[in-house]
């Protein structure tokens, strides 16, 4: 079955770094667009970024702009998200997330997720 699996979440203090990275497998990960979202307390669940099946035509939610980055490699099967400045604001569950029907930041287009990392930045 499809599995998508975040790693490299965790407590980092405002203005530093952490890189997440999501494993798939069980599908042609070539064919998927690739999204990152996340998700605060008591909040909805917020796009971040997205990348399409060549790693071409990135789109990034306007709170991230300038200060993530989208990256796969489809011989690896990974879409990794580089953060970068973080904020307070930033805290919250990291999902990624696959789509077979030209997912943007819509979550109802994307078929598959993974169970999400925490960040937590401190200020």
């Known amino acids: 079955q499809v599995q998508l699996v975040e790693s490299g979440g965790g407590l980092v203090q405002a203005g530093g770094s952490l890189r997440l990275s999501c494993a798939a497998s069980g599908l042609t990960f070539s064919r998927y667009i690739m999204g990152w979202f996340r998700q605060a307390p008591g909040k909805e669940r917020e796009f971040v970024a997205r990348i399409k099946r060549s790693g071409g035509n990135i789109y990034y939610g306007d709170s991230v702009k300038g200060r993530f980055t989208i990256s796969r490699d489809n011989a690896k099967n990974t879409v990794d998200l580089q953060m970068n400045s973080l904020k307070p604001e930033d805290t919250a569950v990291y999902y990624c997330?696959?789509?077979?029907?030209?997912?943007?930041?819509?979550?109802?287009?994307?078929?598959?997720w993974g169970q999400g990392t925490q960040v937590t930045v401190s200020s």
């Open positions: 997330a696959a789509s077979s029907r030209g997912g943007s930041s819509g979550i109802s287009l994307y078929d598959y």
